[in-house]
């Protein structure tokens, strides 16, 4: 008995091999962004310290951890609006105006566009696991690691990742800055079943920099499309 | 012949050639006055824009105009210590200083708002200047992460010095990144929208932000305004792979001053001659008049036309210079006395103290001053020269 | 025969009527003539000086001066004739003020473009002739009349012209000095045999002409010729 338990303590404080790290972080991807070319419908709540919460409606066409169509569906004001959201651009078309207009990187770090970057941060794709260790958050025994971007200019540099250590199910992950700033926080409150699997269906991002504003988003009807390439482009938007 | 009658004309009624004269000095002393005081305007805007904004060249990365940047600067300078060193070689030059601007998002953990930063190393920005401090200090020279506010973006932010606030921005690799930084003072530039979203951080602390040893552009300062096309056409012969603007491509406001105050001061101008061609072609036909028998009578000695013609003309020439050689002298020295003088004008808008009215004298404002006073001169006794030379003969030797 | 009117008419408007200043003039001079134009005033005697002498036109007929038709030419061409055959005497003397007797006199040697050697020569040669050379740095206010209207005769020689014209030129003098300009202008014409014609209605001037046209209401009313002087 004696020796089990100091194998499992040696166990708990040895970083992980590297395959075991991207085994891990798939397994985490899978609760989150388990289809590669799908639809959803997000339901985004914003609460900040002053003023009353406001809500609104979207559905997202995505492809790839880095393509996404947003389409806004509520509230009245802003339907009919929709956002193109690449890796390396952005682009909003609005019905009123005739062609659609670029968004530079500093508005998509203005608004919820941000949180939707953040939701669907691919940790497979972009991070490599630097090391493991054991944690705990909310009364579960957690697996904590610690990704590095693999490449210069993913938006977060380094975040850190709590998972579930039984159920590989992502709890929370902390998003930092290249100068060590934590900017971000998001908890994956929510986990239930869509599209035949079970996945993350309620994120809570939290803006460090602004303490007391937080965005709650929720997932429900996730369904598997071929969403076709030509999709996600500038021109395509326009005949929204 | 003509020059003499011309000159002895001129000198035969003397109070009324003395009162054409004085109008002519009169306007050539105005002209000379507009002039200095327009040219010390001048002078006085470009060296307080350069020497407090725009230095004299700007130094870019070759491509930095023409191409855009998909990252922070993309096209930015590198090996800043080396091109410093070859430039400040010259010694025309006095100084040298680099600077980098960018946006982002400043946040005082309330609520975010854009602001828009200029970079620049403490120490040769003091040197240069162009913004009054409202509250607190200047950038320090050795805390990279001090920044000052414009009034604007300060009352915004509910900063005051010593507060700390967010910067954050997307940087050179293009990643995320954020700095806290501390308010060490709030400034004025005088333009309200600047103010609003303005930023002056120290080079170093931008850099970290950005993630890059690169600057955006490299200001040179020269001590002589007039050297600045020479060394421009050297550095552009010595050193490779940069482009420059100089700062008359730069000075926009300045430029509209010129064409403002040129367009106001030419109208004056043109208000002065007026009246002096006026006076001195009154002068002229009243002098016609009472020469009329004398006309009619050189006439019938068979002078010709074009002759007659001449001779007045040649009298409006003599006036005019004689009128501008008093002219000049005359307001050199009262531009003189006036400089002497300090005479202190109300402060312009944005600045506390006045200064002193002062007028630039140079060779080419009196000589243009002479010219024109003798070319209105001139040009107004050509009406009477003609109608002198028209006369009809018999008419003209009838005349009492 | 240096000059010849033919039918030559002047008239010109007074207010809203036309006035007939000379009408149908046939009239020869020849060289050397010492003629008088005379007539009381408003005979048109200046007028026909004048059109003789080129400083006005005819509004018909011809005037032709040693051979060239004279009324063909619009007058501000006539300056070339008026500076090399012609000179000019008025009654009021018409020196340039400014200019002192001597640069008086040298003027139309000046429009003639004579170099100064010769100019200079010449003008003190009829500064002599007029007898005025001690006055020769004066200017016009400094001197009498009949000094002025020496070096006004001396301006119109120096030219050597073929005809010189005078306008009542004793009228402005008193008696004795007038005799004495009529003298030197006798003298002048005899020596010279400049052509002299004369517009005047002074006797005394009228006695000493070879010939006397007489003028009235614009028509040549009858000619007499002196008995050799």
Redesign the interface.
């Known amino acids: 008995m004696k020796k089990l338990l100091l194998a499992l303590a040696l166990l708990a404080s040895t970083p992980l091999r590297a395959e075991d790290a991207a085994a891990i972080l798939a397994k985490v991807d899978q609760f989150r962004t388990p289809l590669d070319s799908f639809s959803v419908d997000v339901e985004l709540t914003v609460y900040t310290p002053r003023d009353k919460a406001e809500s609104s409606k979207f559905r997202v066409y995505g492809k790839g951890s880095d393509r996404s169509v947003v389409e806004f569906i509520a509230p009245s004001s802003e339907k009919g609006k929709v956002m193109l959201m690449l890796r390396d651009a952005m682009w909003i078309y609005m019905p009123t105006a005739s062609r659609p207009i670029r968004i530079s990187p500093l508005q998509r770090l203005m608004g919820q566009a941000s949180n939707g970057d953040v939701a669907r941060t691919s940790f497979t794709v972009d991070y490599v696991a630097k090391s493991v260790t054991e944690g705990e958050w909310e009364g579960r025994k957690t697996f904590v690691l610690d990704l590095a971007a693999k490449d210069a200019d993913i938006a977060y540099s380094r975040v850190q990742l709590w998972i579930d250590k039984a159920s590989y199910e992502p709890l929370r992950a902390d998003f930092y800055v290249v100068s060590g700033k934590l900017i971000k926080r998001a908890v994956y409150r929510e986990l239930g079943q869509m599209a035949g699997r079970r996945v993350v269906t309620g994120i809570e991002i939290d803006d460090l920099l602004r303490p007391g504003n937080r965005t709650m988003m929720r997932y429900a009807n996730l369904t598997p499309k071929a969403n076709p390439d030509r999709m996600f482009t500038k021109d395509a938007l326009g005949k929204w | ?1 003509i020059t ?2 011309a000159f ?2 001129v000198f ?1 009624n003397r109070r009324r050639s003395a009162i054409t004269l004085l109008v002519i000095v009169f306007g050539a002393v105005g002209l000379i006055l507009f002039g200095g005081y327009k040219q010390q305007t001048f002078r006085g805007l470009r060296e307080s824009t350069i020497r407090s904004r725009l230095g004299h060249l700007q130094i870019y990365k070759r491509g930095f105009a023409t191409n855009e940047a998909k990252k922070p600067l993309e096209f930015g300078l590198d090996n800043v210590a080396e091109l410093r060193r070859a430039v400040e070689s010259d010694k025309r030059v006095k100084m040298t200083a680099a600077q980098i601007t960018l946006m982002g998002l400043i946040s005082n953990g309330d609520k975010s708002e854009t602001f828009l930063a200029t970079a620049v190393e403490p120490r040769k920005e003091k040197q240069m200047n162009g913004q009054r401090l409202v509250s607190g200090t200047d950038l320090p020279e050795n805390e990279s992460d001090a920044v000052i506010l414009g009034r604007g973006l300060a009352t915004s932010m509910h900063a005051k010095p010593g507060d700390y606030l967010t910067l954050m921005t997307t940087t050179s690799t293009g990643s995320l990144n954020a700095a806290d930084v501390r308010v060490a003072g709030i400034f004025m530039s005088g333009i309200k929208e600047y103010d609003d979203r303005a930023v002056k951080m120290p080079i170093a602390g931008a850099q970290q932000l950005l993630q890059t040893k690169k600057v955006e552009r490299l200001i040179v300062m020269l001590n002589e305004t007039d050297d600045t096309q020479a060394v421009r056409a050297d550095l552009a012969r010595r050193l490779p792979g940069i482009e420059m603007k100089d700062w008359s491509e730069l000075a926009s406001f300045y430029h509209q001053v010129v064409l403002l105050y040129n367009g106001i001061f030419g109208f004056l101008g043109l208000i002065v001659s007026a009246i002096v061609v006026f006076s001195v072609a009154n002068t002229i036909l009243m002098s016609i008049f009472e020469r009329t ?2 006309i ?10 074009a ?1 007659v013609a001449r001779m007045f003309l040649a009298e409006g020439l003599v006036i005019g210079v004689l009128g501008a050689i008093a002219g000049v002298v005359g307001g050199a020295l009262l531009a003189n006395l006036i400089n002497r003088g300090h005479i202190m004008l109300p402060p312009p808008p944005g600045y506390t103290v006045g200064y002193p009215l002062r007028m630039l004298m140079s060779p080419s404002i009196l000589i243009t001053a002479a010219v024109i006073s003798i070319v209105t001169a001139t040009i107004s006794s050509i009406v009477p020269a003609l109608k002198a030379s028209r006369m ?3 008419d003209a ?1 009838g005349h009492i | 025969m240096l000059i010849r009117l033919t039918n030559v008419n002047k008239s010109y408007r007074l207010g809203r009527v036309d006035v007939r200043a000379l009408d149908g003039i046939d009239l020869d001079v020849d060289r050397g003539d010492f003629l008088a134009l005379a007539g009381p005033s408003g005979s048109g005697k200046t007028t026909l000086l ?1 059109l003789i ?1 080129c ?2 036109k005819p509004n018909g007929g011809r005037v032709v001066i040693d051979g060239v038709d004279v009324t063909a030419v619009p ?2 061409r006539l ?6 055959a ?1 000179g ?1 005497i ?1 009654q ?1 003397f ?1 020196l ?4 002192t007797a001597y ?1 008086n006199v040298e ?2 040697l ?2 003639q473009n004579v170099g100064r050697r010769e100019r200079d020569a010449r003008v003190r040669r009829w500064l002599d002739q007029v007898d005025i050379a001690a006055q020769a740095k004066q200017r016009p206010d400094q001197l009498s009349g009949g000094q002025r209207q020496r070096v006004a005769i001396a ?1 119109a020689m120096v030219a050597e012209p073929k005809l010189v014209l005078a306008d009542e030129p004793t009228a402005n003098l008193d008696q004795a000095t007038a005799a004495h300009i009529l003298d030197l202008l006798a003298k002048l014409n005899s020596e010279t045999g400049t052509t002299f014609v004369f517009a005047t209605h002074d006797p005394a001037v009228m006695s000493r002409a070879h010939r006397c046209v007489r003028l009235r209401d614009g028509r040549i009313a009858e000619e007499a010729r002196a008995l050799v002087a």
Do not use: C, Q, S
């Open positions: 012949m003499r009658i002895r004309n035969r028998r004398e009619g009578t050189l006439m019938a000695m068979g002078t010709t036309r002759r009809k003969i018999v030797l | 004048n002498g400083i006005d007058l501000h300056a070339a004739t008026r500076r090399d012609l000019y008025f009021t018409n340039i003020p400014v200019l640069e003027y139309p000046l429009l301006r």
